[in-house]
């Protein structure tokens, strides 16, 4: 059954909610596993150090990736009024998103599908 009015489970949910300053790009044209090995090179570095890795990265993803961590620095400085010196990178994954299918044409009639797949991916920011 429930347990309690609308407005109560409202109040308990919003008091449960994360506040650390995070971004999240959804549907980022890159796979979940490519996505994943950029992840791994900067998940719990300090922010100076991950946008080193991320400039010198020689992955598509790391370009997407550089860009939602400048934004999650951003959020930090302007929405918590954070020091950008002292984040670091608490959390970082990437979900799956949708995949586009296409049909590629074949020899003898026949076709073969294309799978273009999409990745949400986000990155939570925590002080030192």
Known sequence: MAKGH????????????????????????VSVQKACFVLDAIRGK???????????????????????????????????????????IAECYANKGPTMKRVRPRAKGRAYRIEKKMS???IVLDER
């Open 120 to 122: 949400h991916i986000t």
């Open 46 to 88: 300090d922010v100076k150090t991950a946008l080193g890795i991320l400039a010198y990265n020689p992955r598509t993803a790391a370009s997407i990736i550089e860009k939602l961590l400048k934004s999650a620095v951003a959020n930090a400085e302007n929405n918590n009024g954070l020091n950008a010196d002292n984040l670091y």
């Open 6 to 29: 609308r407005s109560q489970i409202k109040r308990e949910r919003n008091a449960n909610k994360d506040t650390r300053p995070s971004a999240k790009v959804s549907y980022a044209r």
